[in-house]
């Protein structure tokens, strides 16, 4: 009588939380969301139909993000990979189910191109450890931590930039850190410049000779800090503007300085060392393993599996509590990330990833920096 009872009563509870939770997901048009001109372009892929309609919506694909080949092979191609995208996207889709996956900017990419265009951690080794030479930050008090947090509502984050065809992400994951050390250190948010790294930052890992800081072609953050130390320190992003490219000349002036590192420490891979860090020292230095990014559209992203090897920087604002996973039946705590690939991708530039299990590495190379006053 009781399993009787209790079965249906189970599936109906089910169904209405499936039912809640994905509401917002399919909220603009079942999995899709509506373009300027009213057509549809896939938001989130959830079964074959998209599979079967890929060259429709690759039209929509290459209106939506302007996007236009040299030649007929060349389309065909980029067409053809656009198809392994979608398919990709649907693997990620039931690996990542507290995520969205869908259509990005980068859906013509293959992996590997991706990877090379857009990412760029100066990581040669897998390994996970930091230099044994390296400051490790104190033990901070985790008791009293707030539930939520988030350094955006507190004035230290700049907003989201774009590193465009160039894996130069190292240094916009460096400039964030030292534009939220310089706002908690000055009272002032300033934008600085992630050209100067990419130009004249050439510092190198003390264990890894042959890792170089090297413009668009990768780099580390604790490097970049290192370089900016040694260097006094780091322009307006106004006085050294961006170009996302590194065939030019260095053309640092030591006179425009407006941000200088104190000093720069790694943390430990306990979550709530790392999350007390970042609430007393400002936004966090991270690495991690962008593997689902690349059809990333929105959500938590908590994947069954992920590799933890590194190889994209990005900057940690915050975490919240409350993000909530349908498929797993429980609430999902959350790291809060900026990304630079520009404000239409993701969540309005941001990535959200799970806390509690060092999902992708997120754990794994976290550094905090302090500004001189």
């Known amino acids: 009588m009781g399993l009787r009872v209790s079965l249906p009563l189970s599936l109906a509870f089910l169904l209405i939380l499936l039912t809640t939770a994905f509401a917002g997901v399919f909220a603009a048009g079942d999995g ?17 139909d998209h599979l079967q309609n890929a060259d429709h919506h690759f039209s929509l694909f290459k209106k939506r993000f302007g996007k236009t080949y040299a030649s007929q092979q060349e389309h065909d191609y980029r067409l053809s990979v656009f198809k392994a995208n979608l398919r990709r996207a649907l693997r990620h889709q039931k690996l990542d189910p507290s995520a969205v996956h869908g259509v990005t900017q980068f859906s013509d990419l293959t992996p590997s191109e991706f990877k090379r265009t857009f990412l760029g951690l100066n990581r040669r080794s897998p390994r996970l450890r930091l230099p044994a030479d390296a400051n490790k930050a ?46 908690l ?19 190198c890992d003390p264990e890894e000779k042959d890792s170089c800081d090297s413009g668009c072609n990768g780099g580390l953050m604790n490097s970049a800090f ?9 322009m307006r992003e106004e006085d050294y503007p961006y170009s996302g490219s590194d065939k030019g000349s260095c053309h640092f002036d030591k006179s425009k300085i407006v941000a200088k590192v104190s000093n720069f420490s790694v943390v430990s891979l306990d979550e709530e060392q790392i999350a007390a ?21 929105g959500g938590v992203s908590c994947p069954y599996i992920c590799s933890k090897r590194l190889d994209h920087g990005v900057l ?9 996973s349908p498929i797993r039946m429980k609430e999902k705590p959350y790291w809060i990330i900026k990304n ?15 806390r509690g299990r060092n999902v992708c590495g997120v754990d794994s190379m976290v550094s905090t920096v302090a500004a001189v006053h």
């Open 32 to 48: 899709f969301e509506s373009s300027d001109d009213g057509d549809l372009l896939i938001r989130q892929v959830v079964g074959d």
């Open 277 to 297: 860090n970042l609430v007393k020292n400002g936004p966090l230095a991270v690495a991690i393993n962008a593997v689902y990014m690349q059809t990333y559209v």
């Open 226 to 234: 290192e370089y900016t130390l040694k260097a006094g320190g780091l």
């Open 340 to 354: 630079s690939w520009g404000e239409h991708w993701g969540e309005n530039g941001y990535y959200k990833i799970c």
């Open 138 to 183: 104190p033990i901070l008090p985790t008791e009293d931590l707030p539930k939520d947090f988030d350094w955006r509502e507190h004035g230290a984050v700049t907003g989201v930039k774009n590193q465009g065809s160039c894996g130069s992400c190292w240094s916009f994951s460096t400039t964030g850190a030292l534009e939220g050390a310089n706002f």
């Open 185 to 203: 250190a000055t009272g002032k948010l300033v934008s600085l410049s992630e050209q100067q790294l990419v130009d004249c930052d050439h510092e």
């Open 316 to 324: 940690l604002v915050g975490y919240g509590s409350a993000g909530y």
